[in-house]
């Protein structure tokens, strides 16, 4: 499997001006390097780390990083002089001794990069993806006695740049895992869209009947607070020793450095920027809780492998042309004429409330009905969620939610917008309108629950 070119992940923009860029240049320096900046009118000297300059702050001002660990500023002008000390330090990559187990259940970790499979760099300061997948096994040495890992480097990127090429080469991979005799797959990922991702292989992979298991990390495994350790061994058990047949999120399932929460990846989502347990099961329990002694607490229903399981296989084709719109106070509906001149097939409304958008406004121009229905009228589907995130959706109760569900909006029960957004890029990559249409609040892979298994949220 092709790796992306992972050296390209760590390039550093410095914004200084060209003044000061010749004069680096002229002392065969760059940054990272150790300097000294020496002033030649008051003959002071300064020794530091050459940063790089951020797109704010004066680009004729010099960032050294001190011994001390601070950054500071100094005026660059033609009185001073810039000398090279040393020259960085390159990231080599020390390849970790890995014990291999062949005696352990087989699990493929198949790394797209994110947080989990970066570094911070202390020089700079920048954050960067490692330039090996196998330094993340070297960083938790303990997964060696838990599976007998076969690493599968696909990418190095963040996740917000993941798109359905990304998703369709994960789904691919998972399914040349599950001809790898894998008992289960991981998946190292970035948080930030993981559940999107995790619902897209939830749809794309068919007769599933392995563990496939998504994780990553908020903060870089250099750092000792890092969740990334937890979550990686907890994400391997989960991979190695469970009978789940799904795919699922595996991430802190608290502040604590205690436990690991095991999500259904069509009912996750990310709930906050920064906490380690950013993760939270929606309208729905946890399939199960790992601990840090690789203990297992089942709590929600799940699919179980079976014996007879067929050969996984993924339908991979992604309807592009498929948008999520927010409904909120004054929004203009012109949006969505937009997007019908641009051949859009669906788009997913995150309404408010039980579903709203506005329907009966003071100033008409704010209504969203007609344009509503003159998207359906063009054969185009619109689906109806809440940005209340927990709870379900419902067409009969107020007068307004019956004037946007005649208008064409279908009400998506408790499936979340971002779910429905993958579910239609998928149902009308695979099916007809018709059928999509149908397909949309039918139950595929749990992404609907006719009764939510909690009443309790967050
Ligand atoms: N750029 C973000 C991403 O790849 C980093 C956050 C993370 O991985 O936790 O999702």
């Known amino acids: 499997m092709p790796a992306h070119n992972l050296k390209s992940m760590c390039v550093i923009i410095s914004m200084y001006s060209k003044q000061v860029e010749e004069s680096i240049s002229n002392a065969n320096a760059s940054v990272g390097d150790e300097i000294e900046l020496f002033d030649r009118k008051t003959g002071k000297k300064v020794h530091g780390t050459l940063m790089p300059k951020t797109e704010v702050g004066d680009p004729n001002s010099i960032v050294l990083k001190l011994s001390t660990g601070y950054n500071v500023g100094i005026k660059y002008t033609d009185q001073k002089e810039i000398h090279l000390i040393s020259k960085k330090k390159e990231h080599t990559f020390v390849k970790p001794e890995l014990k291999k187990k062949r005696s352990l259940p087989k699990v493929v970790m198949i790394y797209t990069g994110g947080t989990i499979g970066s570094k911070v760099d202390y020089v700079t300061g920048g954050v960067y993806m490692l330039t090996k997948p196998e330094e993340l096994l070297g960083a938790v040495p303990e997964l060696a006695d838990i599976a007998d890992i076969e690493v599968m480097p696909l990418m190095s990127i963040a996740s917000e740049d993941m798109g359905h090429e990304e998703w369709k080469k994960i789904a691919s991979a998972v399914v040349d895992a599950t001809k790898m005799n894998a008992h289960g797959v991981v998946i190292t990922h970035g948080t930030d869209t993981m559940h999107y991702t995790a619902a897209a292989l939830s749809f794309m992979l068919h007769d599933l009947n392995i563990p496939v298991v998504i994780t990553g990390s908020q903060r870089s495994t250099d750092r000792g607070s890092s969740d990334g350790f937890l979550n990686l061994a907890s994400a391997v058990r989960v991979a190695a020793q469970s009978d789940i047949a799904e795919v699922c999120i ?71 042309k498929v948008a999520m719109l927010k409904a909120y106070p004054n929004s203009d509906p012109e949006i969505i004429d937009y997007y019908l001149s641009k051949g859009y097939k669906a788009i997913v409304i995150e309404g408010t409330g039980l579903g709203h958008a506005p329907t009966s406004t003071a100033d008409e121009s704010h209504s969203w009905s007609k344009k509503v229905k003159k998207f359906c009228e063009a054969g185009g589907i619109v689906a109806m969620t809440s940005q209340c995130v927990y709870g379900r959706v419902n067409s009969m109760v107020y007068r307004n939610l019956r004037l946007i569900s005649s208008a064409g909006a279908i009400h998506c029960e408790d499936m979340l917008a971002e779910v429905a957004y993958v579910k ?32 309790s949220f967050m």
């Open 250 to 320: 595996c991430m802190h399932a608290d502040s604590s450095d205690l436990k690991c929460s095991v999500i259904r990846g069509v009912k996750a989502r990310k709930m906050h920027t920064s906490r380690r347990d950013a993760f939270k099961a929606i309208n729905s329990l946890p399939i199960c809780y790992v601990d840090s002694n690789g203990e297992f607490e089942y709590v929600g229903k799940y699919r179980k492998k079976t014996q007879n399981g067929k050969q996984t296989s993924a339908f991979t084709n992604m309807e592009p």
């Open 424 to 455: 239609l890029c998928y149902l009308l990559g695979n099916f007809s309108v018709k059928q999509a249409k149908e397909m949309l609040v039918k139950d595929i892979t749990g992404e609907i629950t006719l009764r939510s298994e909690i009443d």
